[in-house]
């Protein structure tokens, strides 16, 4: 077992009832194993059960006092999950237990327009400033570029974006280059 949930995460593309879902494990093995030293992969998955669907070892969480830590993935039966050498970065729209990203590409329209506001963000500014503007969309006070998830009332569409790396770092101080 390779998952700390024992559930591989999937990807349903639109031929998916013919040819499959592609698994975690096919998306790691394709374009994070390979990545070679100098390469940065940045991957942004807004889809549901979505939080570690490329496989990669670390797992930044934030804790009841608002701080941020990292939480290790891997398991000791597993294979390697990393990058030969490169740097994964995932942004996905909510933990892989959490079907909350039905909210209308809420992490792509908060990514864009947080983009779009505040040069020059660390990874942990861009967290926070995404699910800033997730709430205060989910609260009516803003709209997320014709979103309207105010009229969302279930509490399971409040995403709350996660990070997950090859490689742990400091996430305060680290700017999120793409």
């Not at 990514?111 to 500014?125: A, E, H």
């Not at 699910?131 to 009516?140: D, N, P, R, S, V």
Request: hydrophobic content about 40%; aromatic content about 8%; some cysteine.
């Amino acid at each position: 077992m390779d998952e700390v949930d024992g559930y591989d995460e999937a990807i349903c593309p639109v031929d998916y009832e013919h040819e499959g879902m592609i698994l975690d494990d096919e998306i790691s093995a394709t374009i994070v194993r390979p990545l070679p030293h100098g390469a940065k992969l940045h991957a942004f998955v807004d889809a549901s059960f979505s939080g570690t669907v490329l496989d990669l070892p670390f797992l930044c969480k934030m804790n009841r006092i608002g701080s941020f830590g990292w939480k290790d993935h891997r398991q000791r039966r597993a294979g390697y999950k990393g990058t030969s050498g490169g740097i994964a970065v995932c942004i996905s729209a909510c933990d892989d237990k959490d079907g909350k990203a039905a909210s209308k590409s809420a992490l792509t329209y908060s990514f864009l327009q947080v983009m779009q506001d505040v040069p020059k963000l660390t990874y942990g500014r861009l967290l926070n400033a995404m699910l800033f503007t997730i709430q205060w969309a989910k609260a009516g006070k803003i709209e997320l570029k014709g979103q309207d998830l105010a009229r969302t009332t279930s509490q399971q569409y409040a995403q709350e974006p996660q990070l997950s790396s090859s490689e742990k770092f400091d996430i305060s101080t680290k700017l999120f280059i793409i």
